[in-house]
């Protein structure tokens, strides 16, 4: 695991305090055909979600995005680091960025993840080597960014429940993954983030009423250091 990276939403969700500060474009469910199951409508613009808080509202950047690139098109230079692909622009760090945000987006460079700044997210997001091209979004009055994925965790009320979640999940567009930790939970991946939002599908998904203990974006959070006081 690349030190300091940490992602909210764990089988620990509701007992932690977020220390962290870092959506996603969407839209409605492609139409059901003969005997397939009926779309789900989800908001193409979320402006909340749910984490160990409660309900936090954000702000999407307009002009800074998180490219995702898919494995097997990742390439390395002779040194062994994954190099910026050349379709999505030279690195740019504004002066405003923290320096926890920069020693992030380092990191999460080696995993195939790029920000890009001042790019038209339509010219990439297409491209057969993108998994998903996101906004990054910040918190009212913070300059400390988050970093959205694709993928939702899960943890349902119930173990019997989980038929009824793969047919939510069909509905909504998305893979399902049980995780090895904790009981009852699993990670949803978002197949088309162009189609859906991955937020939305978090925030339908929490505000199920009796299905889940939580729901919530996957995100890769920069650790925020507080000097003692």
């Known amino acids: ?60 950047s307009t002009d800074e995005w998180v490219v995702a690139i898919a494995p097997a098109q990742i390439t390395r230079g002779t040194d062994g680091k994954v190099e910026r692909p050349a379709f999505i622009g030279p690195a740019v760090t504004p002066d405003r960025l923290p320096a926890c945000a920069r020693r992030m987006e380092r990191q999460i460079e080696q995993r195939g993840v790029f920000v890009a700044r001042g790019l038209d997210p339509s010219a990439v997001a297409s491209r057969a080597e993108v998994r998903y091209a996101l906004p990054v979004i910040y918190w009212p009055e913070s300059n400390v960014p988050f970093y959205p994925t694709n993928q939702v965790l899960v943890r349902l009320n119930r173990a019997g429940d989980e038929p009824q979640l793969r047919d939510l999940a069909l509905r909504l567009g998305c893979s399902v993954t049980p995780l090895p930790r904790g009981e009852n939970r699993y990670r949803l991946t978002v197949n088309d983030t162009r189609a859906v939002h991955p937020i939305a599908v978090a925030n339908y998904l929490h505000e199920l009423e009796g299905l889940t203990d939580y729901a919530q974006p996957n995100l890769f959070a920069p650790k925020i250091t507080h000097a003692p006081t």
């Not at 089988?11 to 139409?31: K, Q, S």
């Open 1 to 60: 695991m690349i030190p300091n990276v940490r992602r909210i939403a764990a089988p620990w969700a509701h007992r932690i305090t977020l220390v962290f500060a870092g959506l996603l474009v969407g839209g409605a469910i492609p139409a059901a055909r003969g005997d397939e199951p009926a779309p789900i409508e989800l908001t193409k613009n979320p402006t909340y979600f749910y984490d160990a808080q409660g309900r936090r509202a954000f702000t999407p």
